[in-house]
């Protein structure tokens, strides 16, 4: 994998995480998930909603917009004393005195593993994914760049694809991600552009250590890969059905829509580990196995 980005005069920052160092993290994070089951139905929705609302605009959610999303029976000032609450506990933070609230690492972990739920891919996305895999066969083309590119589309993020028995690896939507506010700052922009130039070698250690069948959802400092901890990765080993180990991971911010890639990485995995066969005749799909 090489970026065609040249970077001049960049200071790039490395950031290593001794056994020490993550086992304190880790326990930071448990630590927090016990306070969760401290908070009222009210403070739950409340964090819910920011994290959904600051994944759709990018921007610090203050009480006001937050009352207009989620429509809660309250007042600006009652948001304002869960918001504060919620920041004390871990789950958000006030990047400025006078801006709103983003969610932290743990705050994105609770929404996930607590608030988020299981998302069907929708039957729009299911048709288009099965329509391309089709049509890629029939090409005859390199199945690992057109599926990263596939995902890519569908995410908004960077996403990569490969067979790992083959040491193939691909990837898609580099330009995207670099796009995202989050990497506007020369620092970040560097840390990510370098570690992104070899990230099918990072990738290529990681899969070795995950076990077949599970989707991993990485956020921020839980990253194993040095130098993304601002970003969040979705990834998942599985077995084609010639019997070939393979990856596939989508790469974003940490605000990236979580249920959503979740589905696309399985959904595809399903496809491509599978030996069904599937036509599509007008508005019908006929799935043969």
Known sequence: MHLALYLTECQIFFILYSDVIYDSRYFSITHIFLHYKRMNDRQQKVLSAIVELYTETALPVGSQALLQYSGLPV??????SDMAALEEAGYLYQPHTSAGRIPTDAGYRIYVEEMMGDKD??????????????????????????????LSALSGNLAVSGIIDKDEMYDFGMKELLEKPEFQEIDELCRLVETLDTLDEKLDELIIKLADGET???IGDENPIDGINNCSMVVTPYHNKQGERGMLAIIGPKRMDYAKNKSLIEYMKKLLSSSLTIIITGNIIYIIR
């Not at 299911?126 to 596939?150: F, Y």
Request: a positive charge.
């Open 121 to 150: 891919l929708s039957r729009e996305d299911q048709r288009h994914l099965q329509k391309e895999l089709l049509l890629m066969k029939a090409k005859q083309v390199r199945m690992g760049r057109s599926t990263a590119k596939l």
């Open 216 to 218: 991993h959802i990485f």
């Open 75 to 80: 007042s600006a000032a009652t948001l304002r």
